[in-house]
């Protein structure tokens, strides 16, 4: 198997999900009239990308801390791979619940992208394209980012609740 294509499609798939919450966001936006209006779980969702784009950078172009095992010479923590499917996923599993109703549906594809979310790490070890520090590495920050969304999308959550 190769691994290194596997898991692009499996990052290309998590961004794909992303960009339906973008696209579910933008029909909002046009059907509501107006920005305000439009699912703050779904503008909240921008924090979580915006920092993944943010680490990228810095330790991508500003703080590079190591280099492939393939011998590439490129930057290899945090694995990026690794940090936008999780990122993405464990985004994706706080948003579920709120636009299907079907537990059943959530809990396959909560499945279903917790195994993407193994996969990605895996692969890219055995793909040779980064160290398992890399992984992990990417795995904490997405943590952290899922967690950031979590609370400010409770926050709101709340927030709708008392008005």
């Known amino acids: 198997m190769n691994w290194d294509k596997a898991t692009d499609i499996m990052v290309y798939t998590a961004i794909a999900v992303i960009g339906i919450f973008a696209v ?47 011998g590439s010479g ?6 990026t791979h690794t940090m936008i499917t999780a990122t993405a996923f464990f985004c994706t599993a706080i948003l579920l619940p709120k636009y299907i109703k079907s537990k059943t549906l959530v809990a396959f594809l909560d499945i279903l992208m917790l195994a993407f979310v193994v996969l990605v790490p895996v692969g890219r070890v055995l793909a040779n394209k980064h160290w398992t520090s890399d992984v992990i ?24 609740k008392h008005e």
Not at 137 to 160: D, M, P, Q, R
């Open 74 to 79: 490129e930057p290899s923590f945090p694995s």
């Open 137 to 160: 590495g990417g795995l904490i920050f997405s943590l952290i980012f899922a967690a950031i969304y979590f609370i400010l999308v409770k926050k709101i959550t709340k927030k709708e």
């Open 24 to 70: 579910l966001g933008l029909y909002q936006w046009i059907t509501r009239k107006s920005l305000k209006k439009v699912d703050k779980s779904l503008l909240l969702l921008l924090v979580p990308l915006v920092l993944v784009v943010i680490t990228y950078f810095i330790f991508d172009h500003v703080f590079i801390l190591n280099t492939r095992p393939d």
